[in-house]
């Protein structure tokens, strides 16, 4: 641990004023932006689509870690892509194709990341590995903030982390859902997460999102 970047996730934060959260999470340590996209039907929940994504890269500078909770993506990838060029991940269960969308992410020169589900297993990731800059380990359900982090999760990213270890595959592990400055980052961490998500844990009324970032920090680094 140590360097566990922290992707505050703006679905989390305040709408109204969704430029000056992006701007206060850049301000205050922030290493990468995460924003969830949902369409209503991969998950029940709709958040935002491509105007929205580009209001928040137009923001800051730090990279996108766009998180597509969309059926199908590829018809939405290159609008999306226009506004938002850093990484892209979709759901292993929500595409028929995922080689070839893992390869049209890649042409456009993104990096590329593949989410899979609690339920889902290991194996829907592994014949891709060797493509992917990253994987999602979800520690919740997808479709909404606020869930408490499933434990479960943990011995399945710890697998993960020993097949990607075995074969020397330069790939980030991410969780997503439930962490919190407490043994949910820490644990996480140790069982091979690099990139922390949070999003009712930095934007909420009891912190500013400075304090939150920094409690985040500590407890990842145990
Ligand atoms: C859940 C989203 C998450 C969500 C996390 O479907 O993918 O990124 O914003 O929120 P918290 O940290 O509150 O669980
Ligand atoms: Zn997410």
Same mark, same amino acid.
């Given at each position: 641990?140590?360097?566990?970047?922290?992707?505050?996730?703006?679905?989390?934060?305040?709408?109204?004023?969704?430029?000056?959260?992006?701007?206060?999470?850049?301000?205050?340590?922030?290493?990468?932006?995460?924003?969830?996209?949902?369409?209503?039907?991969?998950?029940?929940?709709?958040?935002?689509?491509?105007?929205?994504?580009?209001?928040?890269?137009?923001?800051?500078?730090?990279?996108?870690?766009? /998180?597509?909770?969309?059926?199908?993506?590829?018809?939405?990838?290159? %609008? &999306?892509? =226009?506004?938002?060029?850093? *990484? +892209?991940? @979709? /759901?292993?269960?929500?595409?028929?194709?995922?080689?070839?969308?893992? %390869? &049209?992410? =890649?042409?456009?020169?993104? *990096? +590329?990341? @593949?989410?899979?589900?609690?339920?889902?297993?290991?194996?829907?990731?592994?014949?891709?590995?060797?493509?992917?800059?990253?994987?999602?380990?979800?520690?919740?359900?997808?479709?909404?903030?606020?869930?408490?982090?499933?434990?479960?999760?943990?011995?399945?990213?710890?697998?993960?982390?020993?097949?990607?270890?075995?074969?020397?595959?330069?790939?980030?592990?991410?969780?997503?859902?439930?962490?919190?400055?407490?043994?949910?980052?820490?644990?996480?961490?140790?069982?091979?997460?690099?990139?922390?998500?949070?999003?009712?844990?930095?934007?909420?009324?009891?912190?500013?999102?400075?304090?939150?970032?920094?409690?985040?920090?500590?407890?990842?680094?145990?």
């Amino acid at each position: 641990g140590g360097t566990a970047p922290i992707a505050p996730s703006v679905l989390a934060a305040d709408f109204g004023r969704l430029a000056q959260q992006v701007r206060d999470a850049d301000a205050a340590g922030a290493d990468l932006i995460h924003v969830d996209v949902m369409d209503g039907r991969f998950v029940s929940n709709i958040s935002f689509g491509e105007v929205v994504v580009d209001c928040i890269r137009s923001a800051t500078d730090l990279p996108l870690n766009l /998180h597509l909770m969309v059926h199908e993506p590829d018809r939405l990838l290159p %609008g &999306l892509m =226009k506004v938002s060029s850093d *990484q +892209v991940l @979709v /759901h292993a269960e929500a595409c028929a194709h995922l080689h070839r969308t893992i %390869g &049209l992410i =890649k042409e456009n020169g993104n *990096q +590329v990341g @593949v989410a899979i589900n609690p339920a889902t297993p290991i194996s829907a990731v592994e014949e891709v590995l060797p493509d992917l800059d990253i994987v999602l380990v979800m520690t919740v359900n997808p479709g909404f903030g606020g869930q408490s982090f499933i434990p479960a999760a943990l011995g399945k990213l710890r697998r993960l982390y020993d097949v990607i270890q075995e074969h020397g595959y330069p790939v980030q592990l991410e969780v997503d859902g439930g962490v919190k400055a407490d043994a949910t980052a820490r644990d996480s961490v140790a069982a091979g997460a690099e990139i922390l998500v949070a999003g009712t844990a930095i934007f909420n009324r009891e912190q500013s999102v400075a304090e939150a970032i920094a409690a985040l920090r500590d407890a990842a680094n145990g």
